[in-house]
């Protein structure tokens, strides 16, 4: 029996093998970009085999700077994910790069076996210039995996400068290819390579068994899903609101602890929004997938808990927006009623659950020096309402 089960176990090993050999070394996703500074850029591409990787890169389209990552002096080789940061470079200023994998066949201590390289299309970046105050981005909330819309509303909004993925993109992150399907392989559609996303954590990111390797996948400043950054006169926080029910409900088999985790949030959101790069700035702009203040609340434990721990906080941050998603029903509100900051809500798909309703949307907001707008839009571009720092005006349709 012994014997029997030996034999299983290596015709399985060694059909694996084979199959993994007879893969033509590719590209699981393409190269995406994150982590957008005036002097850098995180570029990040997934290969379907283990590699060492670098990037060429340069101010032409014919790029020949290589760049590449490091470890406590070992270059990255045999990681699935690739990651090289670009740093020194100039405010303003456009580069080209191309990204490119060794596949790695074999990996002894003393000999290393390389296989073919691959080497992705000519991609194009254009840093913010130095204190930028004039510059557009989009959010989407609540794809839910089916963003057939996103690509539309880019062609649409050609002028846009990164994109915020505000939580719910995947409906779970249950495997490798929907983390590479919803959030890297469609990072802004036809765009993807050129402009940065942002991603926030909702709720459907925190399911599955992958969820827990989501991180590996982006690149954020403080590698956590909590964190500041700013783009020229406007300082964003980036919250993670975490899962929307209690830690202990059965469809998480006793393997949440998101109570403790808001709790050592919220400690750092009160040192953040003390710090000088959010208090000395224009433009102060919250994301957070689960509404922080809503007076009435869904009744969720998860609701509760972002109002409780982060809404006093906000309150006194001289916060101008918060943008969030979540209950899948379009709103825009102007400060007062229980916030003393503007509040928009993304809507979501029309047939996913039963309390949806509103359908799909998207928001844009323009930075102009000391002017901020905001506008919620159906995703056919007609617009929900606005508003204007200062200046609210909600249209019904």
Known sequence: MKAYLFLILYLGTYLVTVAQDSLKF??????????????????????????????LFGENDRPDNKALTTHYGLIDANVPVQKIRLDNLTPGKTYFYRAVSVEIKQYGA??????????????????????????????????HGK??????????NPDFDFAIYNGDIMPTAS??????????GNALGSVAGNKPFIMVRGNHETRGA????????????NGQFYYLFRWGNTC?????????????????SGLSDFD????????????????????????????????????????????????????????????DLVISGHTHHAELKKPGNGHHYALVI?????????????????????????????????????MIGYYRKEFTDVREN
Request: proline share 4%; with cysteine; charged share 25%.
């Open 236 to 252: 964003f926080l980036i919250l993670d609101s975490g899962e929307d029910k209690e830690d202990k409900n059965a469809q998480y």
């Open 26 to 55: 590719g590209f699981k996703a393409q190269p995406y970009l994150q982590r957008m500074t005036e002097t850098g850029v995180t570029v990040m591409w997934v290969a379907n085999k283990m590699c060492t990787s670098y990037l």
């Open 260 to 319: 403790y985790y808001r709790s050592e949030e919220a400690e750092w959101l009160k040192k953040a929004v003390t710090s000088e790069e959010w208090r000395n700035t224009d433009h102060r702009i919250v994301c957070c997938h689960i509404p922080v203040s809503l007076n009435r609340g869904d009744g969720r434990h998860g609701t509760t808990e972002i109002r409780n721990k982060f809404a006093s906080i906000l309150d006194t941050a001289n916060v």
């Open 210 to 221: 992958e969820a827990r390797n989501l991180i590996n996948y982006i690149d954020t400043p």
């Open 147 to 156: 963003p057939y819309y996103v690509d539309s509303v880019i062609k649409a």
């Open 346 to 382: 993304g809507g979501g798909p029309e047939k996913s659950v039963p309390f949806v309703l509103s359908g799909p949307t998207y928001i844009r907001v323009s930075i102009d020096g000391k002017r901020l707008f905001v506008g919620l839009y159906h995703i056919d571009g007609r």
């Open 175 to 184: 495997s490798e290819e929907e983390i590479l399907s919803f959030i890297c």
């Open 110 to 143: 003393y000999r290393m076996t390389f296989g073919d390289t691959i080497i992705s299309t000519l991609h194009s970046f254009t840093l913010p210039r130095k204190q930028v105050s004039a510059f557009n981005f989009l959010v989407f909330n609540d794809i």
